[in-house]
Nanobody
């Protein structure tokens, strides 16, 4: 069992930056792929970014590529999402996810992807 707690959300103007954090407790953090997803009002939850167990490989949704950076610190049991050049369309609840599957990172961009654990979410609002 893994518990995930996100923090760092808030209100920011377009063009600004935010850094989300997700602290994990429970079983060995390094055993999990870690990812970020988001859900805007009236829309389905969508993939944002994922990072492998060692932190050596990442994969991003096209909509955030070049603006967002996912990273992890296995010693601190924490995964981060640095969000730069934010746009109003980035407004959503952002969810941290942990998964034990042995799959290619691109798996998580599919609409049928599943993960083992979810955090409670943190709101990000980008004003124009």
């Amino acid at each position: 069992q893994v518990q995930l707690v996100e923090s760092g959300g808030g209100l920011v103007q377009a063009g600004g930056s935010l850094r989300l954090s997700c602290a994990a407790s429970g079983r060995a953090f390094s055993a999990y792929l870690m990812g970020w997803f988001r859900q805007a009002p009236g829309k389905e939850r969508e993939f944002v970014a994922v990072i492998n167990r060692s932190g050596s490989s990442t994969y991003y949704a096209n909509s955030v590529k070049g603006r967002f950076t996912i990273s992890r610190d296995n010693a601190k049991n924490t995964v981060y999402l640095q969000m730069n050049s934010l746009k109003p369309e980035d407004t959503a609840v952002y969810y941290c996810a942990a998964d034990q599957k042995q799959v290619d990172l691109t798996y998580y961009s599919g609409k049928s992807s599943r993960v083992d654990y979810w955090g409670q979410g943190t709101q990000v609002t980008v004003s124009s």
